[in-house]
């Protein structure tokens, strides 16, 4: 018996699967595989909290496969034997996935297709995750975009997003399935000690919750979007972000729905923002650790005070918006745009700590983390990236604070008065010290 396998990597969902969709119409039985690659040379290992939501997301996707006639093989080690290794056990006559766009992980596709094809397997690879290819928009010179503005508009002038595909009620399964590693063998979720208490309390991952989140925010926030979505006791956003990580949910999906419901341009260009981290990583795939912005090399970062980034890890820097912020990441594994703005200025601006060392906290520590947006949003903070905030806007904490949380709900609900210590800087002096600091930047040769 022959059967097609649905390689499911960052698109842990039924619905609009391009792959799947493709590995039905093949009319063969189909296996879902998912490989927990944490060997192949360049994959950065996913951070905890990321690993926790994997669990469940890969136990919701399996539940569901199974519900549906097929099944969800899981198998840890090297994509590219592993893959190898299925087709074989499976009798597989085609491979098929939706696109990653990393630089390890394109290589390694790129190589898994050429030897599948080699040896007479059908190999293809769909667009799920984004709603253009990286690729596919470009300035008028043919090249990639460095500036929002214009690759949006660009974007805005292709034809429209594909309509998404309905989810399969059926999906015809292998009469005896390969062997799977069990998810829990697999370590994911934290135990010695068990600090996901707060994550499970504020999430229920899996693509029937996604949906249901999306339907609510579109029927109760979207109206209220555009002049809500900087304030951080609002809960006007979508908290889509570890939806769309995972890929619970597609692009399309979103961008369709809230079309229909009358959606603002303000929420449509947010996913636009996350085209542009993407599109970034895929022209620099070394995102997560050089400058964008070469001239940014010659930044003196002085040396490292491992207590400062200790209190901003811990929400103990005395400043409350920072503090409120650093605690609702430890607690939930999310924060709020405007707190992560803030939070990551503050460590890079006040604390004179380099980008990349609060980059690698986020990844650590966000349900949402990925490797496109993280670096890319760290980078735009620090100064150093693509269509960046300039280096010398450093955010006031307390201004910001007076501006988006007047009532102090937010502050108040993470970081209690009692909780509340003496600021560990002064932010009038050290940011004096940040912009003479930038001084290097400026003399530096444009890169
Ligand atoms: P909404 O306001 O509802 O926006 C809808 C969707 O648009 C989001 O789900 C997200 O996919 C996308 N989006 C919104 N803002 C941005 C943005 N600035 N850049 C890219 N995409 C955006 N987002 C991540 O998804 N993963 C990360 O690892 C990540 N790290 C960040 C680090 C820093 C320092 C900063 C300043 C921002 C980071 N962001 C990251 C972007 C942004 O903060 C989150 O996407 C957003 O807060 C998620 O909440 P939401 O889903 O309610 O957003």
Known sequence: MTSTIVWFRDDLRLADNPALRAALDSDEPVIGLYVLDEESPGIRPLGGAARWWLHHSLASLGERLRERGSTLVLRRGAAERVVSEMVRDAGATAVFWNRRYGGPEREIDTRIKTGLRDDGIEAQSFSGSLLHEPWEVKTGGGTHFSVFTPFWRACLALPAPRAPLPEPREIPGPGRAPASDALDEWGLLPTKPDWAEGLRETWEPGEPAARQRLREFLADDLGSYDRARDEPSAGATSLLSPRLRWGEISPYTVWHEAVEAGGGGRFLSELGWREFAWHTLFHFPDLAEKNLRREFDAFPWPRLKPSHLHAWERGRTGIPLVDAGMRELWHTGYMHNRVRMVTASFLIKNLLVDWRRGEEWFW????????????????????????AAPYFRIFNPELQ???????????????????????????????KAALEAYEHVKRAPRG
Do not use: C, H, M
């Not at 490797?371 to 269509?387: L, Y």
């Not at 007076?402 to 003496?422: A, L, M, N």
């Open 364 to 387: 650590d520590t966000l349900v949402d983390a990925d490797a496109a947006n993280n670096p890319f949003n760290w980078q735009w903070v620090a100064g150093s990236g693509a269509d």
């Open 401 to 431: 604070a007076k501006k988006f949380d007047p009532k102090s709900r937010y502050i108040d609900e993470w970081v209690p008065q009692d909780e509340r210590v003496e600021p560990i800087v002064d932010l009038a002096e050290s940011r």
